[in-house]
Every structure is written in C-alpha cells, then in structure tokens.
C-alpha cells in the first residue's frame, strides 16, 4: 500500500514527465535525462588547474606558493562546461526544476570521482549551499542533490554546518574581482566538533574558485581540516 509520500512522489514524476519529458540531452532519446553512451562520449576536462591562481596543476593541488591556511588543498572538476551537453544539463537541472538531473549526475560521476582520490572512507562530504532565499525559490539545492546522491554511492558520510547567511548576487554576472567581493563573508560553518580531517566539498560549477575559496576560509577558520573541493563542471 502506497503511502502519501509515495504517492505523491508518484504524481510528481508523472506531471514532470509530462511538461519536461525524459529525453537524453545528448542524443534526443527517450527515457533519460542524459544516457550512457552520451555519458561516455562527453569529453573531460583535460587539465585541472590551482583554485587560487587558476594555472594549470597536476591533478588540481594547490600549488605551494598559493597555498595559505584556509585555502583548499586541491579542486577535482571532471567536465568543461562548455560542452553544449553538460551546459544543458546543469541548466535544465536548475532552472527547470529538475533535480533527477543531478542524482543522475551522481550515478554516471560517482566511479570517477572515486579514481580522483586516495580514499573515499576517509572522507567527509559537505555541499555549497544556497541562501533560504534561493533555496525556497528553487525548492533544492542542486549540490546537495548531487552530493546527497554521491555519498549513498559511494558510502560517503554526509556532513552539515555549512551556511550562506548573505544574500548574493548571481556569480555568472561578475568578474573575477567583484565575484570575490561579493562573496565576502558570506559563509559561516558550525558543524559538528566530531568529524573526519579531510572533507569534500562539493558544487556543481565553479569558473573563478571564488565560492570553494570563501566556503573553505569559513570552514578552515574554525576546524583544523584538509578540503578537497569538487565540481561537476569547469566554466
């Protein structure tokens, strides 16, 4: 016997299926958002670069000279998202209100995020959120989709305490001086005293690094802690 949130998870899907019908982003099949041929044939993104000085790094550590106490110590991103497909998904995703997109996401990012590092079990997870604002408007927050979705994949503990008390302008509008200024104390961390040195802090795009940066100033000025900051995407 279905119960009332089931039920309702039931309507839900069918009256999305019938405004945004499951169509591959890629190819135009039906039945999924995105397949796995499409998948695979996305193309990675070729180089990871420093989160502070935003030049080529191997692997995306942070280089030593840019290396400070409250910087990450290294940003993982799998696609670019100039591909017309992954810029598609994480659009429709968003701003069509369909957050299957990125528990998909999960499943097809899940095995290469784990090649990317040493080891999962060791790992904390933690995603960027959005302000109350934002995040009622929208009704998800696309990281936390993703990441909620990523660590019962990967047997990931999911942690909380990160919060976004000011309201910001949106960071696609910006240059690389004034997203940083925006984003200017924007993030205060209050999680749990007991949890892992190393934490994975998780979003769907980054462009400049400026939101990963303040998010783990936040989290690193009050916890003594390694973060490795993941995207889907690079832009």
């Given amino acids: 016997m279905l119960n009332f949130q089931d039920l309702f998870r ?33 193309p990675r993104l070729k180089q990871q670069r ?45 701003y ?12 097809f990012c899940s095995v290469e995020l784990s090649q990317q590092l040493t080891s999962d079990s060791k790992y904390d997870m933690l995603s960027i959120p959005l302000h109350k604002k934002k995040h009622s408007w929208r009704g998800f927050n696309q990281a936390d989709v993703f990441a909620v979705e990523l660590s019962k994949l990967r047997d990931i503990r999911l942690t909380r305490g990160l919060n976004r008390w000011k309201f910001t302008k949106p960071q696609m509008d910006l240059n690389a001086k004034q997203r940083m200024e925006n984003l200017k104390s924007s993030f205060v961390f209050s999680g749990p005293e007991k949890q892992s040195k190393y934490l994975l802090l998780v979003d769907d795009i980054t462009t400049t690094g400026s939101t990963f940066l303040h998010a ?5 000025s009050s916890r003594d802690v390694e973060v490795v900051c993941f995207a889907i995407a690079q832009d």
């Avoid at 299926?17 to 397949?35: E, M, Q, R, T, V």
């Avoid at 069509?96 to 499943?107: C, D, H, N, T």
């Fill in 10 to 42: 039931k309507l839900y899907d069918f009256w999305l299926d019938l405004i945004f019908p499951k169509f591959c982003l890629g190819c135009g099949n039906y039945d999924s958002y995105l397949c796995e041929p499409c998948f695979t044939g996305l």
């Fill in 50 to 94: 420093c989160i502070v000085c935003q030049k080529p790094s191997l692997n995306g550590f942070t280089h030593p000279k840019c290396q400070t106490k409250f910087t990450p110590e290294r940003l993982v991103t799998l696609f670019p998202y100039q591909n017309r497909t992954i810029s598609k998904l994480i659009r429709a995703g968003k």
């Fill in 96 to 107: 069509q209100f369909v957050p299957e997109i990125f528990q998909l996401l999960a499943r």
């Fill in 216 to 220: 783990t100033k936040a989290i690193k």
